[in-house]
């Protein structure tokens, strides 16, 4: 009864979704407000359909009514109710509804907003918004269902399908073949929301992209109305990256956190155009410039963004991530086909609207970096895509699969990263307008200075590696740059104000939030690319079987097997948990670690989780590798040694904290600068 | 004048990233095989970049702690996800796979943790190189075991 009433809610909000597009279209052609409203409150009532079909779900979910296909998939009895809830999104028919459900909550957030006197965006919108929730909608409705249910026809076969076939019985399955143990972890339960949640939230600043295109409104109104948006998105997506990146080393147990797999460059190739979006809309805000390249990274982000859904959806790449499998390619291709054709249509179209105001001028002003920044983050993009395509290319060109893995990808982007970093450095010293040689060295050369005596100190305590070193002085450089551009505000706050540095500190963030938020995204960039460039460069590891009481060393570690126990869990998992004892190099006990193996019958799987022992100089990660309980030979350890990784993490809560200033407090520093002649930077001739 | 030189900055950044992805591929190519080719092309691509898919026989799976070297023979699967649907999906390819003994097999010497997806007719899909001795030498070991979680049907309900 209530797969048949989740179902029969997919499909009238497949309709209403339908309706509100034909209505808003209808409305605003024949200039028709009553219709127009009628199309908005349509596409108000998706958010509470596409609710009570999900709650459908999860009622499935949580009663155990193993007769539905996907219920069956994805848990079984043993599961613990927050496991069974959180299975909506741990298949892809339940992700698609997943993904429907935060499409429809945040068009409707954006729909009851004042609309005053932006109202004629309105109805392009609704268009735009309710044509990707129906995408989604339909594509349960038609080829995924997660309400089908499983039926025995009188020969013996089992189909499926939403409705008795004829003749056929339906049929209870005792158990369900529960959610692969791989995604019973904290990590996995958030990642996939806060990855769908970003990808959903760049779809707002698509649809009023492609409102102003249709309104012929090109000014710069519709990146100020969707910054906040982009903000978010950008906030959930690069969060998604990370949590993702840390299930992936706390559970899938090879020591690292990115392995350049398909899927992982799915969901990094939309944050990589979103990253270049959110640099160049300000080009266009404060110059007027750059319009027309805007609204192409806003369309390429939405065209990545539901190609990424796709990927990560549709096991289409052989990866770590093939959990799903589907027929669903085609209507994705279909789909991401015909609205990139459309607005890159819509864009031609509007082209000589969107010329820009002025003219690039000066190699060095803020804007030409911004630019350059922008280049660098496409390029980054080509490599992804490159790699991902580049085996279907030999093949179509040479007849030989040839495929390319994370050296190509490690090879090829570390150069535009380190310029990318370079330039986080010199950018925030540019003024808007024309910047010299002569003004920026004047500015840089403090901070520059106090980066090299960063990186000799470094070359005398902790590496002679070049490559590192190099790294090191980028990441000190662009600290000292940004806490030096800090200071100095602050600095001259606290001289022309009389206000003490902290309040000064303070008041100079609020004033500008989206420069200084900016900011401390910079610095925790660095932090991450600390951490990253830790464990691919300084890497250590080992490997060995011990008798009870032998040890291990490596690095300044010693690892000593004490002893180890089987249990079973709350949840039928058989546990072989191991207990080492760790001690520095001077034989000081520093505590134990508890590497263990989770056998899940009812996969018949094992998942190894590692021991972990983190400082902010290394983690220490010890993986039980194998315990045979019939030999008395000892135990199999492999110990990782991972510098410098927690940055990595550090540096994401920071990064967090910068979006949130830039989300949370109020812009004042709306209106444009116009600069037209050579002009040092303004906070400069406030400091001198 | 202004325009060219953002012309010619422009010029000099597609050309660096361009020579960057060549460079890099040719680097790092790796040769996608099915077992089939990988016998036919005999000694000529001994020490090269090869990606190798193939489907894991479980009796011959053997592991030695003590050293971590993990042995095991793959029987050949189409490489094509498209052949592999018209053979009736990924499981049944694997399974007839493993089951006939007539289908060219390599035997795998890979060093590390015994992987955890690592079964009888699970895919192995690996990177690394041929050996002189004939024997494949993985260095990463990537596996899928469709017949778990991709399976349509149930098991027949008692």
Known sequence: MLAEI????????????LYS????????????????ESA???????????TLAAASLILLLVGNHFEVSFVYEVTSRNMPTYLKITAWWGGQAGSLVFWSWLMSAFASLVTLRKWDRDREFLPWVIVVTSITTAFFLGLVVFYENPFARYWQTPDGQVLTSMFAPLNAVAMLPPDGRGLNP????????IHPPMLYLGFVSFVIPYAFAIAALITGRTDDRWI???????????LFLSFGLVLGSRWAYDVLGWGGFWGWDPVEIAALMPWLTGTAFLHSVMIQEK?????????????????????GTFLTRSGVLSSVHAFAQSAIGPAFFAFIGATFITSIGLLIYRWPDLRGETELKSMLSREALFLLNNLLFMSVLVVCFWGVIFPLISELVTGQKVTVGPPFYNRATAPLFASLMLLMGIAPLSAWGKSTVQTLGRAIWKPAVAALVVTVLLDFFYTRLAIALLGFYLVALVILVTLYEYWRGAHARQKTRGENFFAAFGRLTARNPRRYGGYFVHISMMLMAVGIMGINMFQKETQGTLPVNGDLKLGEYTVKYESIAQFNAVDNRQVTRAVVGVYDNKGNYLGELHPRIDYYPDAQ?????????????????????????ATATGATFKIFVNPLVNWLWIGALIFALGILIAVLIPDRETERVVVT?????????AAD | MGRKKFLVGGVVILAAVIYLIISSTQANAEYFLTIDELKSQGTAIVGKNLRVSGAVVGDTIQYDPQTLTLTFDVANVPGDNKEIDAQGGLAKVLHEAVVDPKRTRIQVVYSGPKPDLLKDEAQAIMTGHLGTDGVFHAEELLLKCPTKYQEAVPNQAG
């Open chain 1, 6 to 17: 989740g179902y029969g809610i997919l499909v009238i909000a497949f309709v209403v979704a």
């Open chain 1, 21 to 36: 597009v034909g209505a808003a279209v209808y409305g605003e052609r024949k200039q028709l407000p009553a219709v127009v």
């Open chain 1, 224 to 234: 100020r109305l969707t910054r906040r948006w982009t903000l978010w998105a950008w």
């Open chain 1, 182 to 189: 791989l995604l019973r972890h904290p990590g996995m339960i």
């Open chain 1, 40 to 50: 908005r409150r349509a596409m108000l009532l998706l958010w509470p359909l596409i």
């Open chain 1, 605 to 629: 799987q094992n998942m190894t989780i590692p021991g972990e022992r983190a400082t902010m100089r290394d983690d220490l990660y010890v993986l039980l590798v194998d315990w045979q309980p």
């Open chain 1, 677 to 685: 002649r050579a002009q040092p930077a303004q906070q400069s001739s």
């Open chain 1, 287 to 307: 110059r007027g410039l750059l319009k027309q390249w805007n609204v192409i990274l806003i369309i390429l982000t939405y065209a990545l963004v539901i190609f």
